[in-house]
């Protein structure tokens, strides 16, 4: 039989037990009732969560909730969950008792139970996280005093602190996912091919402009290493840029050629730089690919429509110089010079036939030219002596007075060669009048024939100015002369030489430039012997 004292201390234990209980299943319910609420990551689906959970604690007859501005005073109602008698909307208390009860942060009555006149419980619950007041419900209820209690409220005030925390992560959640979202656009939007690795060499990011460069597929390559995919040259030269910038830390760039796919070519061009957290430790590399072929084409229209430009200021003057000097001597002879002064007569007339070769050259240049942009350029082959030619060019440059030796040296044997007689004259003509221009007074000019094993090879040589070495692959460009001082103020359209080669290579021939700065140069020029 149990004593009075041991029955005290059973029935306290007993209680206390029993209050144990009691919490640690209204802790298991809250914790239950939270994982439902914060799961959500929808606005919608965390109202209904909420609304169905306080259904389930307080039968409303209506409910609404308002979430505040960014202002933290203006708010709207967002979610009215159920449309009944009476609206919420109607019974909603003015802006000060709102911010009040937003003050005392609890579930808070609204309505007097004394009223007699009441046929509904107005009340406004504060959806608080513990930053910020995010909102409010307004709910009605039956005029039944008995529903508000001290451990309701701990419910409802619970509920509406894990439905705030609900809101702001929804919040986040779409910032961020409009962040990623912006960010890929931008991704996508670089012209450029974009790959990030991790310090594995594993792909953990791609944009589709990589896939077009390199020749790959987007959804085949994340989470594999680089050289599951890569091959050749791109491959080994990925490598070298990998444990190179790993090594020594720095952005690190390089150029590759590659074939993305059967048949293109193209060059590439590799940027390579570290990836770093917020603590400056790496953790991985980014790489950005460029496809230079398509930067060079638009570096070279750019520069070929500065050289047009300048091609039509130099013809401009070059045809205007000549004209001038032409109707200058002629208004002369006309107006000044004496008929029975014929070394005058003699000296001017000599003056305007020179010109009117200068003017006839440029003419017949650019006629050139516009043949050849048009595809209508053609060779009347016949079979001539390239000696008698060379012969025949020389005596006219030698008839003009210009204070320049011009020496031949002829192979005895040469044979005949078939080719255009008068396009070979035109590159015989640019080729001696470049030397003769380019030499100094005093100078010589040399022209050299011989054979070369089923060509006839031709040097026209000089003791002038010379070419720089990094110029030279470029003088047979259109439009293109050398940027010099020296030669600023001798005349020139940049075609000559372009037209020249054009001439020797449809003729499958070839001309090779030898030349020492400021000693003079060489251009060869070969011509097959026959055209078969």
Known sequence: MMTKPLEKDHQFLTRTISSLTDQVDLFETFQDLSLKIISQFD????????????????????????????????????YPLERVTPNPQEVLPDDGIIH???????????TDFQDQKATAITSILPIKSPRQAVGFLVMTTDVDPSLYNQK???????????????????????RINNSN?????MLESISNGIMAVNMKGEVTLINKNVTAILGIKTKKVINRHYQSFLKGNLRQEMDQLFAGILDKGFVMES???HSPFKGIHI????????????????????????????????ERLTRLDEMKSEFVSNVSHELRTPLSIIKAYSEALLTQVKPQDHDTREQFLSVIDSETDR???????????????????RLDYSVFSLKDLVNSVISVFKAKPSNIDILTDFHENLPEIEADLEKIREVLINLIANSIKFSPMGGTVSITVEPQEGFVSCSVSDTGIGIPKDKIKHIFKKFYRVDNSDIAEIPGTGLGLSIVKHVLDAHRGRIAVDSILGEGSVFTFFLPISRS
């Open 267 to 298: 060059v590439i061009g590799i940027t390579a730089s570290l990836l770093v957290d917020k603590n400056r430790n790496t953790i991985g590399i980014i790489f950005i690919f460029r496809d230079m072929s398509a930067s060079k084409e638009i």
């Open 359 to 377: 003017l006839s050259t440029i003419v017949s240049n650019l006629l050139d030219l516009s043949r050849i942009e048009a595809g209508k350029f």
């Open 181 to 185: 979202a912006y960010l890929t656009n």
């Open 255 to 257: 150029m590759v050629h």
């Open 43 to 78: 606005l919608n689906a965390i109202f209904n969560t909420f609304s169905g959970i306080v259904k389930e604690v307080v039968p409303y007859q209506s409910i609404a909730v308002y979430l505040f501005h960014e202002d933290g005073k203006n708010f709207s109602r967002v």
């Open 152 to 174: 309701l409220t701990s419910v409802l005030n619970f509920l509406a602190s894990q439905t705030a925390i609900a809101i702001e992560n929804q919040s986040l959640v779409a």
């Open 100 to 110: 009040w009860v937003m003050d005392q942060g609890r579930w808070t009555v609204i």
